[in-house]
């Protein structure tokens, strides 16, 4: 789980109900009409800008974002220079014995495959980079769903809003109905930019870091299966595979 995303969504959303209820009358910022108008609008958009799948896709993404365990990249690559390790002594062939350390990774199971079988190293490249661009291909479109509808969410606010206002100009006679047609007018554009810019946006922003962070990865598993296959020096591999990390990634695993 990411801590990070979650505590930024309670602790904003949080202060903004702070600040309702300690203003009173709470009860004022609950609108049924307004939540269907940004909530669903915003989906329904959604849906007419992209296939349903690519929709659904997302808000798994989102979701995985919130409650999913972030890989252990760092250990899977401190694997990797141990396989690289044990194949420049007994052979590439030797690691079918130990693929089975590797948990939760199907790209670097899939590498590892490869160099097993004896697949040419240029070609291990070509297979995994395929891979690699694809994965980051739907890791860019989760992002940009969610980017989108960060960007819906205001304006079907504003409909709501202009809903509310013709609404309350056409019973100016009633007195009774001003009152619900104002309070949809202007929860509906505090509805939109709530979903829009404290809930869309920033989770957009966090699939695209993870993103990156991710194909950084793959990118450093597809170099060690080649150097493996190649049975190059564990030690050079980790002077390589730290040039492509991060400061606070890379491994020490030979000093």
Known sequence: MDNATIIGLVVG?????????????????????ALLIVLGGTVAVTLVS????????????????????????????EKLLKFAEFARKNGVHSLEQRI?????????IRAI??????TAPEEIERLMEAERSATKSRAAKSSAVLRRASEIAPAMGLIGTLVGLVQMLAHLDDPSKIGPAMAVALITTF??????????????AKLDRLALEQNIHLAVFTASATAISRKEN???????????????EQVNVYS
């Open 191 to 204: 509805y939109g930019a709530i979903l829009g810019s404290m809930i869309l946006a920033p989770l957009a």
């Open 234 to 248: 564990p030690r050079r591999l980790q002077n390589l595979v730290n040039a492509m990390l991060p400061p606070s």
């Open 100 to 108: 089975k350390e590797i948990h939760g990774n199907p790209f670097l």
């Open 50 to 77: 992209f296939r349903a799948s690519e929709v659904w896709g997302a808000i798994g993404a989102a979701g995985r974002t919130l409650v999913g365990s972030p890989a252990d990249a760092r250990t899977s690559i």
């Open 13 to 33: 959303l949080g202060l903004v109900a702070l600040a309702i209820m300690v203003g009173g009358d709470a009860e004022a910022f609950l609108n049924g009409r």
């Open 113 to 118: 495959s490869l160099v097993i079988d004896g």
